[in-house]
């Protein structure tokens, strides 16, 4: 989990400074962060894209972990993925889909529906308080 955050650091977007890890056998397979698409300005050199209150500019860490896996060829079908964060219920429909399962993370999002569906996927959640932090601080 420190590796997760770690990663995280990375993050263009402050809004939510987000890491996931994607891990299988006891091996890390692919990594990712919130940021904007490859090639385009991020957060922090052209600011957020805000619609709704949320900042639409970039992928989710666990997006980016999943997309890098496709991207070089690696399955992650059985994996576990680590997150700083609770994912979102987009990222929660990702994760099943990848064949994820088990989420491990850090702090807590507000999203009911992600935890939902996950949990009907039979995908198991983890919470895992962040290094050094408690869960309320690192929420
Ligand atoms: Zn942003
Ligand atoms: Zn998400």
Do not use: W
Not at 37 to 43: D, S, T
Request: glycine share 10%.
């Amino acid at each position: 989990m420190s590796i997760t955050f770690q990663v995280a650091k990375r993050s263009t977007c402050d809004r939510a400074q987000v890491g996931s890890i994607i891990v299988k056998d006891r091996r890390i397979l692919t990594t990712g962060y919130n940021g904007a698409p490859a090639g385009l300005p991020h957060c922090d050199e052209i600011g957020h894209l805000m619609i709704n209150g949320h900042c639409v500019r970039t992928l989710h860490a666990e997006q980016n972990a999943i997309i890098q896996a496709a991207l070089h060829g690696v399955g992650v079908a059985g994996g576990v993925i680590y997150v700083t964060h609770q994912p979102c219920l987009t990222c929660a429909k990702m994760i099943i889909n990848a064949g994820i399962v088990r989420v491990v993370y850090a702090g807590h999002y507000p999203d009911p529906n992600a935890v939902e569906f996950l949990r009907e996927a039979s995908v198991s959640l983890s919470p895992h308080p962040a290094p050094g932090l408690s869960p309320a601080e690192s929420a």
